[in-house]
């Protein structure tokens, strides 16, 4: 099968190649997916698990990207709750090869149902956008209507999403971002916005929760907690059922194919919202 592989953390998206490599095997509990559209997210090359597997062994060369819309293709023993043929979308694990392949294994419970009405290109974008704002607004944030969201990098794929799902929940949310990401946030459903190049951050004052997802120096000015994503099958549900009902849009920043995949990671100028590879016409 054609995969993208990365084998120098030193080298980030700009080591990406293009190869011939064997289709995985279904492990126990796995189910094998013939990957249709796989996202991608820059930092992730920037992980400890992207490099070594969980005893802390290398593995290199390393397949990346984490979230895929695709069709079941075989069910490894003990895996449940999905069949061959059916379509699906979700998060892969953190330590074994991704999604930007033409087929992927993974645990059958990391994965949701993907509808009919719902395409593979707008599948694949959910899974850590939607679930890094669910969780994060939800479980860890105890988020309650009436009370105030700050957000910061609001423009992009995660950001949209916190937007969109705080509103939804009856909160007010400020956003954050450059000059340039004034009007995409308003358009997501912001109620007020802060230019982080030519506003001052301490005016905004006392909010409920800080939601962050660029670190760096807003980092060191909005206090928070750290968390690890994780799938969950029942929120997948939820968020794509919001999705196709309207509640939800997602933030795709542009479409590449997988043989273009290493150029359209590498792009010239910054683009906001998520890039989606196009693995399967």
Same mark, same amino acid.
């Given at each position: 099968?054609?995969?993208?592989?990365?084998?120098?953390?030193?080298?980030?998206?700009?080591?990406?190649?293009?190869?011939?490599?064997?289709?995985?095997?279904?492990?126990?509990?796995?189910?094998?997916?013939?990957?249709?559209?796989?996202?991608?997210?820059?930092?992730?090359?920037?992980?400890?698990?992207?490099?070594?597997?969980?005893?802390?062994?290398?593995?290199?060369?390393?397949?990346?990207?984490?979230?895929?819309?695709?069709?079941?293709?075989?069910?490894?023993?003990?895996?449940?709750?999905?069949?061959? #043929? !059916?379509? &699906?979308?979700?998060?892969?694990?953190?330590?074994?090869? $991704?999604? +930007?392949?033409?087929?992927? *294994?993974? @645990? %059958?419970?990391?994965?949701?149902?993907?509808?009919?009405?719902?395409?593979?290109?707008?599948?694949?974008?959910?899974?850590?956008?939607?679930?890094?704002?669910?969780?994060?607004?939800?479980?860890?944030?105890?988020?309650?209507? #009436? !009370?105030? &969201?700050?957000?910061?990098?609001?423009?992009?794929?995660? $950001?949209? +999403?916190?937007?969109?799902? *705080?509103? @939804? %929940?009856?909160?007010?949310?400020?956003?954050?971002?450059?000059?340039?990401?004034?009007?995409?946030?308003?358009?997501?459903?912001?109620?007020?916005?802060?230019?982080?190049?030519?506003?001052?951050?301490?005016?905004?004052?006392?909010?409920?929760? &800080?939601?962050?997802?660029?670190?760096?120096?807003?980092?060191?000015?909005?206090?928070?907690?750290?968390?690890?994503?994780?799938?969950?099958?029942?929120?997948?549900?939820?968020?794509?059922?919001?999705?196709?009902?309207?509640?939800?849009?997602?933030?795709?920043?542009?479409?590449?194919?997988?043989?273009?995949?290493?150029?359209?990671?590498?792009?010239?100028?910054?683009?906001?919202?998520?890039?989606?590879?196009?693995?399967?016409?």
């Amino acid at each position: 099968m054609k995969a993208i592989v990365v084998k120098d953390e030193a080298a980030g998206t700009a080591g990406m190649t293009l190869v011939e490599t064997a289709e995985p095997p279904a492990a126990i509990n796995d189910v094998v997916v013939q990957v249709h559209a796989s996202g991608f997210v820059p930092t992730e090359l920037e992980w400890p698990s992207t490099w070594t597997d969980r005893a802390d062994h290398d593995r290199t060369p390393t397949i990346p990207g984490h979230e895929m819309a695709g069709v079941v293709t075989t069910l490894g023993y003990g895996a449940t709750g999905l069949s061959v #043929g !059916q379509r &699906v979308f979700g998060l892969t694990d953190w330590h074994r090869d $991704g999604t +930007m392949a033409e087929y992927v *294994a993974v @645990e %059958a419970r990391n994965l949701a149902p993907l509808p009919g009405d719902v395409d593979f290109t707008v599948g694949a974008s959910l899974p850590i956008s939607g679930l890094t704002a669910w969780q994060g607004l939800f479980e860890h944030g105890r988020l309650q209507a #009436g !009370q105030s &969201v700050l957000a910061h990098g609001a423009a992009g794929a995660v $950001g949209a +999403m916190v937007i969109q799902l *705080a509103r @939804e %929940a009856g909160a007010y949310v400020i956003a954050t971002g450059r000059t340039a990401d004034r009007h995409k946030t308003f358009d997501f459903g912001a109620q007020e916005f802060v230019d982080l190049d030519n506003d001052t951050l301490a005016d905004v004052g006392a909010v409920d929760l &800080v939601f962050d997802v660029i670190d760096g120096d807003i980092r060191k000015r909005s206090a928070g907690l750290d968390f690890v994503v994780e799938s969950d099958r029942a929120q997948l549900g939820e968020i794509v059922q919001r999705v196709r009902d309207g509640r939800l849009r997602t933030n795709i920043g542009g479409i590449a194919a997988l043989d273009d995949a290493a150029a359209a990671l590498n792009p010239a100028e910054r683009i906001s919202g998520q890039t989606i590879i196009h693995v399967r016409s």
